[in-house]
């Protein structure tokens, strides 16, 4: 069994991740039409009422530009979510935010719907998912530190949400800064690398969740970067299989060290072992039960075919 610090992530963690992103943010738009970064925002606002914050104390705390703050405090504003007042001390320009209790109303309701997201993923009566879950909501409230002890309690579905957008920019910044690659490209030369032979593309995008687009573009760059190649089969001329290349292989080793790197900073420096482990876990786990449920959707199909009269 590996140690906490042997531990490291695959390409099936960006899998249970994605999944993982899907899920939670089909809570939030079944409530409401507000972008991550405005619920990120409406998270922080709750979590200071009644008193609130300056816009740029909700701009540092988001770790967004300026105007980019002004942009999403407008926009909550313009919902009813919430409201800028003049601060009663000292300089008349500064404004604070306040969340309104139309903005606290739909915290509450998101965070009902994602809680049901999430226990739809990850169901607690199994033991494993029960693992991950805890692992998640624990990697949460050390990723994103809350303002508030009661908020942290009351909207951890929330926060969840909000810590693993911050994990995703964090990996898709590591990764663009380590070799000038797209996430979907890593990945898919992650998987390359881990499966030691050639895969078609199909087999690519049913292991990794994606599209079979989604790939065949990411593959496209992979060549024109001379990181991998496409492979043809003499007894199959319509199967066209991808393989990494020696550039590709040296590729493969810096988009694994940024991953770790961020793993290491975000995951196994603030989670103990078993939630470290239950982490990097994830993925297999994930992608297990997802071929599991394809293949009894399979059989299932099987067993209402009928004889052609």
């Not at 610090?5 to 991740?17: G, I, K, N, Q, T």
């Not at 692992?135 to 693993?164: C, H, M, Q, W």
């Not at 898709?172 to 690398?193: F, N, P, Q, T, W």
């Not at 024109?224 to 199959?236: H, M, Y």
């Amino acid at each position: 069994m590996a140690s906490q610090s042997e531990l490291s992530l695959d390409s099936s963690f960006f899998v249970a991740c994605d999944l993982t992103h899907r899920a939670l943010k089909g809570g939030l738009t079944s409530v409401s039409d507000l972008s991550v970064t405005q619920f990120r925002a409406l998270v922080k606002l709750v979590a200071t009422a009644p008193s609130g914050m300056t816009q740029s104390e909700l701009s540092e705390l988001l770790g967004i530009k300026a105007n980019v703050a002004s942009q999403v405090v407008n926009a909550l504003e313009a919902a009813g979510y919430a409201k800028r007042r003049k601060c009663a001390n000292g300089d008349g320009r500064v404004r604070f935010v306040h969340i309104t209790k139309a903005g606290t109303n739909l915290v509450e309701r998101a965070n009902t719907a994602i809680v049901e997201e999430l226990y739809t993923l990850f169901p607690t009566q199994n033991k494993a998912y029960r693992s991950i879950l805890e692992a998640s909501i624990a990697a949460g409230a050390n990723i994103d530190p809350p303002l508030s002890k009661e908020a942290a309690k009351r909207y951890f579905a929330s926060r969840t949400l909000v810590s693993l957008e911050l994990i995703r920019k964090a990996m898709e910044d590591a990764l663009r800064e380590a070799c000038g690659a797209s996430v979907s490209e890593c990945i898919v030369l992650m998987k390359l690398g881990e499966a030691r032979d050639p895969l078609r593309i199909g087999d690519l995008a049913r292991q990794l969740q994606l599209t079979p687009v989604t790939v065949a573009r990411a593959t496209d760059r992979l060549v024109a970067r001379s990181w991998a190649q496409r492979l043809a089969s003499p007894a199959d001329r319509k199967a066209v299989f991808v393989s990494p290349t020696a550039e590709g292989a040296r590729a493969q080793r810096q988009i694994a060290d940024a991953v770790d790197g961020v793993a290491e900073t975000f995951l196994w420096s603030r989670l103990d072992e078993s939630q470290s482990r239950a982490l990097a876990e994830a993925g297999h786990v994930v992608l297990v039960d997802i071929q599991s449920r394809e293949e009894a959707e399979r059989k299932a199909a099987l067993d209402l075919l009928e004889p052609i009269r």
